[in-house]
């Protein structure tokens, strides 16, 4: 991050919008003016506490706490740089982010504000140690019983849901492509169930000819041939055993 010597030019602009009426037209300007001069200070800590796909999310969750830090500005009650009152503005709006909108999976607000801290604290271990921190060490180092370092780490590895474009293995199909898909004959289940015991209570002709027509594929003259019935007898004694059907379906 820039030194803060390099932030000390925007203070007199800040007290400049502090001191504007909120009706003055020169505040958008001005507030516009100063978001993007403190733009760098939320790319910083966005970079700092997520990876390239948060990234973007972090950045407008960081400008929201900028947008804070500047309407808020006290002019009398600021004390040496901006960047004093604006990195905690920032800082506190990123991290609400990765607590509350983050997670892929209900989790308990200590475990997620553990987990968070828990991401802090893993890089400057590791470069004390020179190697990844050992849960009793960051247990130790944070103040907190290893049991919930431990519960925190399970839970971190299931902050985000796996994307379905994504593949398990290099050169492997998306995940989405390995899933199966709903069977269009599951919607059939429900009504067989339902009208196979409504066949069995109709005469044993008009069953047979229902079973031809519907599960063998005949026509009417086909079954006629194999029934010993006229085509148009047949029609008419599969109405009748279809609104039969309709009327037991519908009871």
Not at 107 to 135: C, F, I, M, N, Y
Not at 226 to 240: D, E, P, Y
């Amino acid at each position: 991050m820039d030194a803060p010597s390099d932030y000390a030019r925007l203070l007199p602009a800040l007290a400049e919008y502090a001191a504007l009426p909120g009706d003055d037209p020169r505040r958008p300007g001005l507030r516009s003016t100063l978001i993007l001069a403190f733009l760098p200070v939320v790319q910083h800590l966005a970079r700092r506490y997520g990876d390239d796909a948060a990234r973007e999310d972090l950045t407008q969750a960081g400008v929201i706490g900028l947008i804070h830090a500047i309407d808020h500005w006290d002019p009398d009650a600021a004390r040496g740089d901006a960047l004093g009152y604006v990195v905690p503005c920032v800082r506190g709006e990123i991290l609400r982010h990765l607590r509350d909108r983050t997670w892929s999976v209900r989790v308990s607000r200590p475990v997620k504000e553990l987990v968070v801290t828990l991401d802090k604290a893993v890089g400057p271990l590791t470069q004390r140690l020179g190697r990844a921190p050992r849960p009793s060490e960051l247990a130790e180092h944070l103040g907190v019983r290893v049991d919930d370092v431990i519960d925190a780490i399970a839970v971190r590895a299931e902050r985000r849901s796996a994307s379905l474009d994504a593949s398990i293995e290099p050169g492997e199909p998306p995940l989405g492509e390995r899933l199966g898909d709903a069977d269009p004959a599951m919607d059939d289940v429900e009504f067989r169930r339902s009208v196979w015991p409504l066949l069995a209570g109709l005469p044993e002709r008009e069953r047979r000819i229902v079973l031809l027509r519907f599960f063998g594929n005949k026509t009417q003259s086909e079954i006629g041939e194999m029934v010993g019935l006229s085509q148009m007898h047949v029609s008419r004694l599969l109405a009748r055993a279809l609104a039969t059907l309709r009327r037991g379906l519908m009871s």
